[in-house]
């Protein structure tokens, strides 16, 4: 195979060290050339290192573009992969005049490229926006950049993720303090803190924001000191800034380093404020040299630092919280080691070099092959699509439902890396961004029998969608689909689902035929497998498995300590957690008693136990107006979750509570999983039969439930919370493990 990379050519910093890295470790195992589009360090420092490399460069572009296009034509490349804005344009000409395949990294976000210059802005910027929807791929190394493009109208199908990669050995390349404090003029002590950041100086790395930090720190702790590396536009405004602020004997201007790792190799603490980044190679070779760091929540940064773990992360502008990060930091050795020891062994294990090669030699074969297939359409007759399509309760703004299909995706994934899934949902777009898969409307009946015909396995994904207490309409609309799957010769597995109730002897036949039709059934908890017996089903392997919520991969988010803040909730307290719906089938006056009870209960939790009751709605449309209810008849002030929240922040959530209370299944099961002790409210089989499941207390059925029942409840499990704590960390663990079996009975399916 033969790739043709093309480069700006003036690129520095990240951009650089990514092409160069990757180019050089293609190297090894396809044809590669790389085209810079000026002459300069890029292309000279490439072929230092063995690169092939071609240069263009005239004052004309129409000229320039003609010689790459004869480039192409005279090598014959199969694929052409840009990088950057100019290297875009001249790719989409290639395209054109070649029938060439086109990929393209995206690097960053593209329209705030040239935030420093206007001019730029508007003509390259403007047509680097145009052009990129023109061509065939686009590669994004976070998956925050995926779920931008997919946003702003770019195919899902046409996007590939790759982490980037560098060298993790351990630098040979150390300096001291005294080293760099001669040569740079620096007056600095053996007690310094350093604290330090590199960067182009312009509006997108914000070193605004590093300056207000400093200003608030050296307040406290005049022993840090703040060192810039770098040069930029902004150069001179930062300068006068710093001096305005009264900085100049703590901030210091490096000017363009020759060598990074002089900076980093002496820093105390590394920290980046962009307000925006694909994902930062600085961040890489920070970790390589192990530094605690404090980084700015934007692009892929997430994916290696762990807030609180192994680094602290800030919203984009926020210099108090920054500021508060490094006095913590500054004041704490032991901490700082602890996070640059963990952040070495996460990037070491995850951002390697040879992950890199691997997963781009994988993205071009499967270019190569679905150009194969445009060119040769016979070839691509019989060819499976899907591995696997998910039907659920999907796209609903459900939280439990979305936590059983984050794990479900996640432990797909971490099975078979190549698996492609299709997701049937109410919000196609929405569960495509959040999720990275392909999804379709889950009504589109069309789109669902032409995927099907395309697929290997129908998955029904958790929830308890076999009963008709909701309605009959619902439960044939769910085995309609799995017969439909069968029919078209597809495996089908009901995935940790919950079973029953089914109370209409027809819905029952009806259950009886399809669930025998199918090949595995696992379900999460006692009660659902005693229905299948009692229903009848012998056909399928049935598995007792656990729900598929206790084997999500919990992602790092927003802390709750922040979330909180925006919540209007206090913080350095003790919390009671309440997960509330309207009871299904009750009277108004049942409701209203259930109602009462609540809030009676959260009252007498503040009083004797100052736990501030924190209402946590699972899914929020529907659980709202009973939560207001509750509030409104409360003595005490109780305080509400009202803001959308992913499902890794719920768990946050969650599990700052003392105690949780909740009707909610997923609710209780967050609890579990975090190990807060729990009281669950029935209102259907599910709650009992996992409360059951962990030997937990239940607090009766929601259309029965008094005070005193709770309160005494509320008593013994308060009284004896760290018991519980124990119970349920032995507890879930087995469930953890049961729960992972669904993912790989689902593989074995498929393999």
Known sequence: ????????????????????????????????????????????????????????????????????????????????????????????????????????????????????????????????????????????????????????????????????????????????????????????????????????????????????????????????????????????????????????????????????YELISVLDINVMTSISEGFPYYLLEGARYSKATICSRVGGIPDLIESTINGFLFEPKDYMTLSKQILELAQDGRSRTEFGEKLYEKANRDFSLNAMRATQVSIYEDIRDISLRKAFPGRASGNTKYDVIISGYYGFRNIGDDAMLRSIVDNLKCKKPDISILVLSKKPLETSVNYNVHAINRKNMFAVYSAMKKAKLFIYGGGNIIQDSTSSRSLLFYLGAAWLAKKLGLKVMFYANGIGPINKNRNTEYSRKILNMADVITVREKISYNELEKMGITRPKIVLTADAALAVHVENGKTPEDIFINEGIPLDTGYAGFSVRKCPGSDKHQQATYEHVIAEAADYIYNNYNLLPVFIPMEYQADIFTIQNIVSKMKTNGYVVTNNHSVSETFGIIKKMDIMIGMRLHALIFAAYMNVPLIGISYQPKVEGFLEYIGQPSAGHVKDITFEALRTKIDQLLLNREEVKKELEKSVDILVAKADENSRLAIELIS
């Open 1 to 260: 195979m033969k790739v043709l990379h093309i480069i700006g050519g003036g690129d520095v910093g990240g951009a650089k060290v990514h092409v160069i890295n990757l180019v050089k470790e293609l190297g090894s195992a396809i044809d590669v050339t790389l085209l810079c589009l000026r002459p300069g360090a890029f292309a000279d420092d490439a072929r230092a290192i063995g690169i092939k490399v071609e240069v263009i460069k005239s004052f004309n572009i129409y000229t320039d573009i003609k010689k790459a296009i004869r480039l192409v034509k005279n090598n014959k490349f199969d694929i052409i992969h840009s990088h950057g804005s100019k290297a875009n344009i001249f790719a989409y000409a290639i395209k054109k005049a070649c029938k060439t395949p086109v990929v393209t990294t995206i690097h960053s976000d593209y329209k705030l490229d040239y935030l420093q210059s206007l001019f730029k802005r508007l003509t390259i910027g403007v047509v680097n926006s145009h052009v990129l929807r023109k061509l065939d791929y686009y590669i994004v190394v976070t998956s925050a950049f995926r779920k931008m493009l997919v946003e702003r109208g770019f195919s899902n199908n046409k996007i590939f993720t790759i982490l980037n990669g560098m060298n993790m050995s351990k630098p040979e390349e150390y300096f001291s303090k005294e080293e760099f404090s001669n040569k740079y003029h620096i007056p600095l002590d053996s007690e310094d803190i350093l604290v330090g950041t590199a960067a182009r100086l312009d509006p997108v790395k914000d070193i605004g924001t590093f300056l207000e930090a400093a200003r608030h720190v050296v307040k406290i702790n005049p022993k840090v000191k703040f060192l810039i590396g770098g040069e930029g536009e902004q150069s001179k405004e930062l300068k006068a800034r710093s001096l305005e602020l009264g900085l100049n004997q703590n901030v210091f201007f490096l000017g363009w380093l020759n060598n990074p």
